[in-house]
């Protein structure tokens, strides 16, 4: 077996496909654009799901680093109106099957579980292509190239491998998130962050929302969810970090003051997170030696399943490559063939969630799914 395998993307899709390969003792190289681990923020929260991320954990052998990870009482919930009054209030016995984790340690620890040369960083892809002989080349900003038997894409929304197998572009959902934080909240901001309790807050209405999240220590990260076309933010300065808060803030005005603060009194100014999604059901015919895992795959907009989808899948392909290490093109049919119908189930259930934010009581929608058994995340 000389099975070597290029990932291009370190984020926990191309990780823990690492991750996997290397307990499975097949070697793999992972390509990253940013220069180092620690180059930029990682996200937030992330609930690891039992039926989908946490048999990726499984699959990479760190279930125990994993728990080690895991914050507890971060699986409460609550629906807020826009007066304050909390409508739906759900505690974390432990029991609900979604520990919440930071994605930035999650992204740690897999890291940590790899040999020290796996991941090249500073290496954003500027090109893909197919070289003959069954090969790709793969070149990059910083003046280098690379040619490999066997490419994944874990390379996120605009990957530069998905080209190779279809012509499908992101397109954007008709969503935003405004993204903003707040520090030492139970002391600085205690009416907001006794609103926001010990785990998530969402606070919706028709086509807008305000969504928070008690992160590690004394933090609340805040989502405010605009259904606004892109034209709509573009003429707002975001660097201008104030008025572009009161001008967000704006749209929620006679909501509750602990709720508007989540976007007025911010400590990191606002940033804007567009959502884009490929067609429902992206899927794209069996090209030898190349395929993509995570968002390059099947981006869609938020609902709580895209890390865990794209960590299932770099463990199944993983899993596929090490059950056929001399047979690569079934392995990865065998990981599309059951990577395609997961990931339109998941976007088709994505898409239910977001027409009940579009719905005349989106809160009384929400409440009712969450009361049936079903996730706000």
């Given amino acids: 077996m000389n099975t070597h395998v290029t990932i291009i993307g370190a984020g926990l899709g191309g990780l823990t496909l690492a991750r996997v390969l290397h307990v499975n003792g097949i070697p793999s190289t992972v390509y990253e654009a940013e220069p180092s681990p620690a180059a930029r923020a990682q996200g937030g929260m992330l609930d690891i799901h039992d039926y989908n991320g946490q048999l990726a954990i499984k699959a990479a052998d760190l279930v125990d680093e994993f728990d080690s990870l895991i914050l507890e009482g971060r699986q409460a919930m609550r629906i807020l109106d826009r007066d304050g009054t909390v409508l739906f209030d759900k505690g974390d016995d432990g029991t609900g099957g979604r520990p919440e984790v930071q994605r930035g340690e999650l992204r740690q620890m897999l890291l940590d579980a790899l040999p020290a040369d796996t991941v090249r960083w500073d290496h954003k892809v500027t090109s893909t292509r197919a070289s003959g002989d069954g090969q790709y080349e793969v070149a990059f900003a910083n003046g280098t190239t690379i040619v490999t038997n066997l490419l994944v894409g874990a390379d996120g929304t605009w990957s530069r491998v998905r080209p190779l197998l279809s012509t499908a572009t992101p397109e954007y959902a008709g969503t ?115 395929t993509l895992v995570g968002d390059a795959a099947h981006v869609t907009a938020p609902n709580g399943e895209g890390a865990n989808l794209a960590m299932l899948d ?50 009384k929608d929400l409440i009712g799914m969450l009361s049936a058994g079903g996730s706000a995340s």
């Fill in 314 to 363: 770099g463990a199944e392909l993983g899993q596929a490559i090490a059950a056929h290490p001399d047979d690569v093109e079934a392995a990865i049919t065998e990981y599309e063939q059951a990577m395609f119908p997961r990931s339109t189930r998941e976007a088709l259930d994505g898409a239910e969630y977001y027409k009940i934010m579009h719905s005349e009581d989106p809160a």
């Fill in 176 to 290: 935003s998130f405004i993204e903003t934080y707040l520090y030492e909240a139970d002391t600085r901001h205690p009416a907001t962050a006794q609103a926001v309790g010990g785990g998530s807050m969402g606070a919706p209405m028709r086509g807008k929302g305000i969504q928070a999240h008690r992160e590690r220590g004394d933090t609340l990260h805040t989502y405010v969810m605009l259904a606004e076309p892109l034209e709509w933010f573009a003429a707002i300065d975001f660097s201008d970090a104030d008025a572009a808060a009161a001008r967000i803030a704006r749209e929620f005005d006679g909501w509750a003051p602990e709720l508007t603060a989540l976007i007025t009194d911010g400590d990191t100014g606002v940033i804007h997170r567009p959502h884009f999604t490929l067609p429902i059901g992206h899927r794209w015919d069996r090209v030898p030696g190349v």
